[in-house]
């Protein structure tokens, strides 16, 4: 992959233009030499038509993939990269009802994070992170701290952007 290039991808749903011309790449399992979700299969995914504060681009935030855990990998050329995590709450409407620990690179960034507890329900959040590549992959993982039955593992959309 090209290190001068964003890579951007919205989860659980179809490839998307944003308000900036951008192209989000639809969501997809991973293969190697290029990105995707490792355990795709162990996923679920969770759609709203519901109006979404805080953006420009709703429609960004109007999927979600979620599960018990979610890898996502990323082959990438070695260097430091800007890491956005987009999240939206668009089914509970209570707060603690799905929380998650999220890691890059391994290093927990996220600890018991639930988004309706930051940003409420149908609003838009986004989490930044910088990180280093030092073996030619990028690792983001979600895993869920909720009650067995629930899929605390949650997130709308992934950039990496990389740092020159």
């Known amino acids: 992959m090209m290190a001068d290039t964003a890579i951007r991808v919205n989860l659980g749903g179809g490839e998307y233009r944003d308000s900036e011309g951008n192209v989000w790449h639809a969501d997809k399992a991973y293969t190697p030499g290029s990105w995707g979700c490792t355990n795709l299969p162990g996923t679920d995914v969770l759609t709203t038509a519901d109006p979404i504060l805080g953006t420009r681009d709703p429609e960004l935030f109007r999927s979600v993939r979620m599960g018990e855990e979610m890898v996502y ?10 890491v956005r995590i987009l999240f939206a709450e ?4 209570t ?15 996220l600890r018991a994070f639930n988004i309706f507890d930051e940003a409420g329900h149908d609003t838009a959040l986004v989490k930044t992170f910088r990180t280093k590549v030092a073996d030619g992959k990028l690792e983001i993982r979600f ?3 909720s009650l067995p039955m629930h899929s605390g593992a949650r997130a709308c959309a992934i950039e990496i952007l990389p740092i020159s």
């Open 90 to 93: 668009i089914y509970w409407e």
């Open 95 to 109: 707060g603690s009802a799905e929380q998650q620990d999220v890691y890059i690179q391994g290093k927990r960034v």
């Open 143 to 145: 895993v869920g701290r």
């Open 73 to 82: 990998r990323f082959d990438l050329p070695d260097g430091e990269y800007e």
